[in-house]
């Protein structure tokens, strides 16, 4: 019991670090959803509240959340039941309809909600702008500071591709903040989602860590050993928007059609980033369970160490990848090989549930080593390989290509490059599937 303890300590800081799988996920959408003949020709749809949409389709929510309840509860890796006193009901109060809904299907009831489009680096519009705040539930809104936001009205037109790509981003900035009992929120004791199994409830944004990372592929010994590894979400998100984007398309409501299709895109988004899919990139599962052995014996600097180089290394893939796309979307380059390699494929694999699994999370999973050894390889040590520094403390973000280039010559540039592409390639055939099998329901 005392070695599964420490085993969960360790993976709480460890995945506790960063939760972010790519900084900005309009960054990896739009390019996907554009390259799609379904969603860049779709008809502009109208813009809608989610207090439009839920009064109008109350009564069809009622079996459609039940029968969805049932089949999550069947089929998934890992499921919470939702408690039955949260199934939804239909009672015609516009006042509560909101917190119903965000009850049934437990997201965080504080989410805004607003009617906006996050645009690309780039892109200007005529829009009126929304304030960080409005947007996000953080008290810390810095990290929308360079993001253009703007405002949008109901029942104004506005083109699907937009909509979802906005919507990609959305799941960062609150939706599954403080759902579990020790979140320290009324709505996290009501659940059902038990204590945090990983992730640290004292950060901010700490409380979504099991909602955008899944273990699905880790070995017997450390599912035996750490059990909290299962207790992962994502599938019933992906699963979750998936099936309520159908449900808007068929009810007439395209505007949130667009939406929580984009709402579930995100996860799959998450999954191609290998810090999402396995607790220690590059490590082999004894390599995994040492430093929590050696917390067991009293030499907790080696959880503290394997916890930083997991954190730095995690954290400046993303700030590359942001750092190179953001750039190259802001000079209008769309022939940017990351940007290239989100381009859909022109035979579009038949969407699965069991793809979630064993297709997107798989993928992934397989070339976390790669990855790791790429890092390592390219950046400098004292960023990715060096237990005394905070990487994110250091200020570099901006530079980091330069230093790159300064440390492992363009070839280093090139390799960055050319992994990442890889990632967002997998992201382009996984999200097109999903955007197909849900145009194809409607």
Known sequence: MNLIK????????????????WSNHTLVSNTLLASMPTVKNAQPVKVETIESFLMATEKQLVPFLAEQEAQMRSSLFHYAPRPDALAFEANGDVSTIR??????????????????????????????????????VFKDATYLNDVQLVQLSEGQLVAPVDVATSANDEPD????????????????????????????????????????????????????LGAFLKETYPEYRITLFKQLSEFAFN???????????????????????????????????????????????????????????????????????????????????????????????????????????????????DKAEHIDEVITRTMPDNFVS???????????????????????????????????????HDFSGNGASYVQGIIEKE
């Open 386 to 424: 060096d237990v005394t520094v905070e990487y994110s403390d250091l200020g570099v973000e901006s530079q980091l290509v330069d230093i790159v280039k300064k440390e492992s010559g363009e070839e280093g540039v090139a390799s960055l490059l050319d992994t990442i592409s890889d990632l967002l």
């Open 173 to 224: 900035h609150g939706l599954d903040i403080g759902l579990f009992t020790d979140s320290k929120t009324d709505y996290g004791l009501e659940y059902g989602f038990g204590v945090q199994p990983f992730g640290n409830p004292n950060l901010e944004y700490g409380t979504q860590a099991p909602f955008h990372m899944g273990f699905y592929h880790e070995s017997s010994v450390l599912y035996t």
């Open 99 to 136: 917190d119903r809904f965000a009850k049934a299907i437990r997201i965080n009831p504080n989410m805004k909600l607003p009617l906006y489009l996050q645009l690309l680096p780039g892109d200007k519009r005529n829009e009126p702008t929304i304030a960080p705040k409005d947007v996000t």
């Open 251 to 365: 009810h007439g409501h395209d505007y949130w059609g667009w939406r929580f299709m984009g709402w579930g895109m995100h996860y799959i988004g998450d999954f191609s980033n290998p810090y999402h899919i396995t607790p220690v990139p590059g490590n082999s599962t004894l390599e995994t369970l040492y430093p929590g052995v050696m917390s067991l014996i009293g030499l907790p600097q080696v959880q503290k160490d394997a916890t930083q180089l997991v954190s730095n290394r995690h954290t400046v893939l993303e700030d590359f990848q942001s750092l190179v796309m953001s750039k190259a979307f802001a000079e209008h380059n769309h022939d940017h090989q990351t940007i290239k390699a989100l381009h859909a494929p022109q035979d579009i694999r038949d969407y699965q549930d069991s793809d979630i699994i064993h297709v997107f999370a798989k993928g992934s999973y």
């Open 6 to 21: 420490t085993l969960s300590t360790l993976s709480l800081a460890v995945v506790s670090s960063s939760v972010l799988a």
